[in-house]
């Protein structure tokens, strides 16, 4: 990729036979890059200037290290400059690992939560599915509960004490010993409560460890290069969910009759008739977190810890509490959470209620519904790469916006579609419309959702401080789960109101529309400036 040349002040010196203009900078440091395709300063403005260079070489160093190279006097680089130069190196290799954790993590999501495991377990596991999705429903309530109220006390414990890869090895490995342990989930058990106890630790751990994660970020690029950054993490996820779902269909996860989607028996000898296949989700999520985890542990550097860090856990609460009481002056960042708290709960319960509507409404088989769910993945996954160019060249409020009446209008087109009529027109019999418009919807519905929550993340990091970054994400989380029962239970009262699936999904275009209209008094940071 190759750096877009932009303004940029310049000091001229001659080497190597021939001039060349190059920046300079004294507010460097070690924990900021400037990686391909990225040109900023430190204090996260463009750079003004040309840059231009006599040679290729010149310009592909320019290019590729953004090497500060020489001083005020135009004295050739010194010992320290070259350091820095290898620091960036690590540094860009150390934002590619942090975006890494996204692509280990999210199998959790996509496995577990939403496309083998649960399905499975209130299917076979559960005897009566009914039952099935009550008790899963509970569990995933509980899990939840307990993440909002622990969260914001845990985060600002750590940014009292400074370094966040503790907490990020204590909760991973509530994330691999809950989704390892699903292994013992076999058809038709009796007792099922240590299956869910491992799938809430497990749950909880992968909610602590994006927390801490995303905390992260802002220590390793310029704030104006954070919406590009998390986007890019928010695709590299998409991406590691879509080939770990394509794994268990194609070689391990088995049907009614104990073949998987290319018609063979589960791969390694699995036994399909004790659904050893399905149940093999769990070790392969785990297995896949700590394989993909390893760059990340290597790579990413983290904060010191600070002096007077034994008190920690007083001063964490004392600093969460001030910026509880601090929320009604905050008027940006104030809205802002309790925007998120809306449409990120209309947000859930598209990704919840899709699968059901569609097989509901339109009649869709397994089959169908899964191929629904990789399309949307995969546009989740380009127009988050591309989201977060749009997100730095915007900022991150504009794309949010755009998104959130672009979800509105698609959930609005949804609630008129149905399997003979489209907003009251009439279709031919056996017309394949519907289900193409919902295939283009699904689509749709993962882009800007996928775009919607990256660019969510950033805009939360520009609404709060470096020092309370933990702190802030875990408010977050918490705003994000406090409400999180509204889209379920709207959605279940209007359906039993209206006696329709279609019209039970109009809530969602209200909580849309709500957090559109939360979001005005939000300010964004111009990342142009």
Known sequence: MLLKPVPRRTHSIE???CRRAESYSRSVVSNRFDGPGIDSRDDGRPAPGPVRACSFRTSFH???AIQPGFNDRGAQATAADKAENMSRVTNWKAVWSWMLYDWAAQPYHTLLVTFIFAPYFTSAVVSDPV???????YTVATAGILVAVVAPILGAVADAVGPRRPWIFLFSAFHVAGAFALWWAVPGMDGVTL?????AIGLIGVEFTQIYTNAMLPDLVPQRQVGLISGWGWATGYGGGLLSLLIMLLLLAENAAGVTLLGNPPAFGLDASAR???????PLSAAWYVLFMIPFILFVPDKSRRPQSGDAIRRGLASLVRTIRTLPKRVSYSCFLAASMFYRDALVGIFSFGGIYAAGVLGWSIIQIGTFGILGTLSGFAFCYVGGFADRRYGPKPVIVTCIVTLALVCTLIVGTSRTAIFGVALAPQSSLPDVLFMVCGAIIGAAGGVLQAASRTLLVHQTDTGNMAESFGLYALAGKATAFIAPFSIAVFTEMTGSQRLGVIPVVVLFL?????LLPVTSHDTNE
């Open 276 to 282: 050893e296949g399905t149940r093999s989700v769990g």
């Open 131 to 137: 039952k099935g999705q009550v008790i899963w429903g």
């Open 62 to 64: 320019l290019a590729s």
């Open 195 to 199: 299956v869910l106890v491992a799938f």
């Open 514 to 518: 709500i957090g559109l209209v939360l």
């Open 15 to 17: 080497t190597a036979g």
